[in-house]
Every structure is written in structure tokens, then in C-alpha cells.
């Protein structure tokens, strides 16, 4: 702006100059005289051409301006609705139980006896859980597997799956002189339920489903698991009447 202020300035200094010659025009001039308003008439007509290219100029950069500010609102107003609908279920990416990273072969030398048995406690109290479908391998699954499931239903069936297991292991996990009466049933019912094949294994049966996922284990849920095993987040052991869900 300050560019074409300087511009109009000086115009308006050489019509007021030239306003001055032709009030003098009145009398006659000398040739001199003439030939000097000419050329100022010369200078003020090239003067204007410059001063309407760069207003033109002006123009062209406030209209690009605006557009980059109609441009930057829309992807801001696309970012803030990513950030306010972020989904439950973005993968996470996997880190060790102890949440952190992996030694190598001389840190792990270092590390003395007293220190790893503190990480085998921590190791012991962290539970396990499923990952998150992905919409890569949603959309590998046959539809005729998929029938109507949706791929935000398969993931919150993913999430109450978590549920059954946290709160099944979080009992297995505390001291039986701190569970009440109900709790210590629960905990001798999943001793039960193990054998040589679960050792060290995440699993659930379809009454803890019920029991902590407040949902029904119906043929559609049924439908559900066949997808999870499919994208190999489960499989299924059988034996003793049970069929259990083993995280995999």
C-alpha cells in the first residue's frame, strides 16, 4: 500500500505542476515553454499506465489472498472435525508389556537379576487385549462373511471382547483374600477352565462375554468371531465342553 501511495503522491505533484503551465498557457509561452508541457503531459500519461498495472497487480494478489484464506478455512475446518471424531479404535502401535523399548544384547547384560525380576511382576500385571480391526483388513474379509456387520460394529465387538478379558484377568490377577464371595467363584471358574494349552494364554469363554460384556453371544456374534479369526486376532479351543477364545 505504501508503493501506491507513493505513486498517487507524485502524480498528484506533476498535475498540479502541469495545472501550473497550462494557467500560464493563457499567455502566450515561449517555445521552450511548450515543449516542457509536452513532455511533462509525455511523463504523466506513462506515470498513469504504471500507476493502473499496479493497482491491477493489487488486485490479483488480494484475490489470491482471499482464496488461500477460503483454502486454509477449509482444512482447518477438516482437521478439527478429524480431532473431534478421532475413533475408539485406531490401531495402536505395539509396544513391549513393560511399555518400554526393546534392549539390545548389551543392555540386556547389563541388566541385573533384582531388575529383571521387577520387570516379571510388571510383566504379570499388565493385561493383555486385542488389537483394533484395521480397514485394510476389514476390507479383506469376504463379504458373505461380512453379511451386514459394519466395520464400526466389528471393532466394538473388538472392544467388548477387551472388556471380558480385562475384567476376567484383573480378578485372576488380585489376591484371593481381597475378592468378595461372587468374585471368588468367578476365579475358581476360570482355573477351571485352563489346561496345558492355555499356559501363558489371554482367553475367554462365552459366559464371560455375557458376564462382563452385558451382550448377547448370538448367531450374529457368532458371525463376529468367524471374522476375528479370519483376521487372526483369535482362535478357538475346544475341549471339556468349552469352547474358549484364545487372543492370538
Known amino acids: 500500500m505504501s508503493e501506491l501511495e507513493d505513486v498517487s503522491h507524485h ?20 517555445q ?43 482444512y482447518l475446518g477438516d482437521v478439527q472435525h478429524m480431532k473431534d471424531n478421532i475413533p475408539a479404535h485406531m490401531p495402536r502401535r505395539k509396544v513391549p508389556a513393560n511399555g518400554s523399548e526393546p534392549l539390545n544384547q548389551k543392555e540386556a547384560a547389563d541388566v541385573q537379576p533384582a531388575q529383571l525380576e521387577n520387570v516379571k511382576k510388571t510383566n504379570k500385571s499388565v ?10 483388513e476389514f476390507e479383506s474379509i469376504p ?18 471382547i477387551n472388556t471380558a478379558v480385562k475384567a476376567k484377568y484383573k ?17 475358581q471358574r476360570f482355573k477351571d477352565q485352563e489346561n496345558k494349552d492355555t499356559k501363558g494364554q489371554y482367553f475367554v469363554v462365552e459366559d464371560d ?15 463376529i ?16 465342553g468349552l469352547t474358549r477364545y484364545m487372543l492370538l
Open 171 to 187: 480378578i485372576l490377577h488380585q489376591s484371593v483374600k481381597t475378592l468378595n464371595n461372587h468374585a471368588r467363584k468367578l476365579r
Open 225 to 240: 468371531l468367524n471374522m476375528l479369526r479370519h483376521c487372526q486376532r483369535l482362535r478357538e479351543l475346544r475341549g471339556g
Open 127 to 136: 493385561i493383555r487385549e486385542m488389537e483394533f480391526i484395521t480397514l485394510p
Open 11 to 30: 502524480i498528484h505533484d506533476r498535475i498540479s505542476s502541469l495545472q501550473r503551465l497550462l494557467d500560464l498557457s493563457v499567455a502566450e509561452l515561449p
Open 32 to 74: 521552450n515553454k511548450m515543449k516542457k508541457l509536452g513532455q511533462e503531459l509525455f511523463a504523466l500519461e506513462r506515470l498513469l499506465e504504471e500507476f493502473e498495472q499496479c493497482v491491477d497487480q493489487q488486485k490479483e494478489q488480494l484475490k489470491h489472498l482471499k482464496e488461500l484464506e477460503e483454502s486454509s478455512q477449509k
Open 143 to 160: 463379504q458373505y462373511m461380512k453379511g451386514r456387520v459394519s466395520y464400526d460394529q466389528l471393532n466394538a465387538a473388538v472392544q467388548n
Open 209 to 223: 462375554i455375557r458376564e462382563f460384556a452385558q451382550i448377547k453371544v448370538d448367531k450374529r456374534f457368532q458371525g
